[in-house]
């Protein structure tokens, strides 16, 4: 009796500390998710109402104006266009490129293969916005200054996608290429028809992440494009003011829809964007 007392306690004491863990979890969600709900709320207030003191969690006046105003007074859907060409371009470069060479690196044997690999893992220890001048000043001399290629180009760096593709590569049975090469398959048949195959979910998740990676780009595109027609949607949202200032619910309003096809992604794709995250995490570690 007593040893089952003693274990009944025990297990009381694990549930007052998984009761503990839960509200604390449960209030640094809310702690992480007020700003969202807060900048969502604010949308839908009028414009002398998100200037008021004090804290109101409701609009007291609800209107659509701001959204209403972005949508129709902005060049918001060429900025959504913009933002789609660029972000697709990059991910299907970055993630063609990066199979490719994640293939040579792990399956060809060729001069200079070490040196290669060794010069990807430096370059991926380089912070990208170190290299911001040198691109800029690449980009003004071929002339692709204020256009979407320029907005394209550098982002192709992507050395973090070569390496997980390699890793994966590299636990791909040496049996499977054995038997495709007596079969006479050449080096594109054994990537495109052996080696993708066999790692679809890592080229979906490598694509969401590095999809959404571009949308959310702002420092690069914001230096590179100054029309307004050619600017991406982040940078877009610096463009909705008028005489009067600045006027934050129409500026939220327009982050929100920046925000929006981002998040459709996300909550559609969440476990390749996890798993894409802990790829990417395992190989940092």
Not at 15 to 21: E, K
Not at 32 to 40: I, S
Not at 79 to 106: C, D, E, K, Q, R
């Amino acid at each position: 009796m007593n040893a089952v007392a003693a274990r009944l306690q025990r297990l009381r004491a694990f549930d007052r500390i998984g009761l503990i863990a839960t509200l604390a979890t449960l209030a640094l969600a809310i702690l992480w998710a007020f700003p969202l709900y807060w900048g969502l709320v604010t949308t839908f207030k009028p414009d002398d109402e998100t200037v008021q003191s004090g804290v109101h969690l409701w609009p007291q006046h609800f209107t659509l104006d701001n959204y209403a105003h972005v949508l129709t007074s902005t060049k918001i859907g060429f900025w959504y266009v913009n933002s789609l060409i660029t972000s697709a371009a990059v991910t299907v470069i970055v993630v063609g490129m990066a199979a490719g060479a994640g293939y040579a690196i792990s399956q060809l044997r060729f001069p200079g293969r070490r040196l290669c690999w060794w010069l990807i893992l430096a370059s991926f220890m380089v912070p990208i916005p170190a290299l911001i001048v040198n691109h800029f000043i690449l980009m003004a001399q071929l002339g692709l200054v204020n256009t979407l290629t320029g907005v394209v180009a550098p982002q192709l760096i992507a050395p973090v996608t070569i390496i997980i593709y390699k890793q994966f590569f590299d636990s791909v049975p040496k049996d499977f290429r054995e038997a495709a090469v007596i079969d006479g398959a050449s080096e594109f048949q054994l990537l495109f028809r052996l080696y993708l195959p066999m790692n679809w979910g890592v080229t979906t998740a490598l694509a969401i992440i590095t999809f959404i990676a571009a949308w959310n780009l702002f420092l690069w595109p914001f230096l590179a494009v100054t029309s307004e027609d050619k600017m991406n949607i982040t940078v877009g949202i610096t463009q909705v003011h008028d005489a009067f200032g600045v006027r934050y619910a129409r500026d939220l309003a327009v982050a929100m829809l920046a925000a929006l096809p981002v998040a459709v992604v996300y909550l559609v794709f969440q476990r390749r964007v996890t798993q894409a995250i802990m790829l990417s995490a395992g190989i940092k570690g």
